[in-house]
């Protein structure tokens, strides 16, 4: 987009009548609680992980918990991506107050074209010139300053979107076999039986 090419009305006016950043604020809160109920999750997971390696032993287990490993790697680095996901939203947020900060506020923009059609109407003889010439800069300043608010508002919400990565899916829980697979008793790992520690 453009925005050198809309007046101050139209940038500030966007700014002002938008629906604001509440909707943000609420996504950033939902994919913050999300990321709690994640490592709450991850937390769970590795308890049992630990509780089985604490209870018992043997090749069966050690399979089990070498297949389960990968998973337990993802629910971690999901975790870090929903973090990750939280401080960008949060970034666009900032970018979006701030750009509201920096544009001219619509009154100003509209007080300055009022007083400027009044001082027209009775520029009689050229006696309001040098006052009109003065508005007319002002509005020029208007212009520039929404234009560079809003291109800088573009750009950091470009570079908070940049951060974010693609959703990996999560592994299956396998072996190098593809499968876990269960210790027969007619197995060579029969003699090394799953049993309490």
Known sequence: MHFEADPPEVNSGRMYAGPGAESLEAAASAWSSLRKEMMALERSFNRVLL???????????????????PFARWLTDL?????????????????????RDEVVPPDEIADNRAERRMLIKRNAFGRYNAQIA????????????????????????????????????????????????????????????????
């Open 79 to 99: 975790s870090e991506q929903l973090s990750g996901i939280f401080w960008q939203i949060h970034a666009i947020v900032v970018a979006y107050d701030r750009a």
């Open 51 to 69: 509780g089985l390696m604490d209870s018992w032993s043997g090749p069966a287990v050690t399979q089990a918990v070498d297949a389960a490993k």
């Open 134 to 197: 003065n508005l007319d800069q002002e509005y020029e300043d208007f212009w520039e300053a929404d234009g560079y608010a809003m291109r800088a508002y573009r750009l950091r919400v470009l570079d908070a979107l940049s951060r974010l990565t693609p959703w990996q899916p999560p592994p299956p829980i396998v072996n190098d076999t593809r499968l876990v697979q269960p210790v027969l008793p007619s197995s060579s790992l029969s003699s090394e039986p799953l049993r309490p520690t």
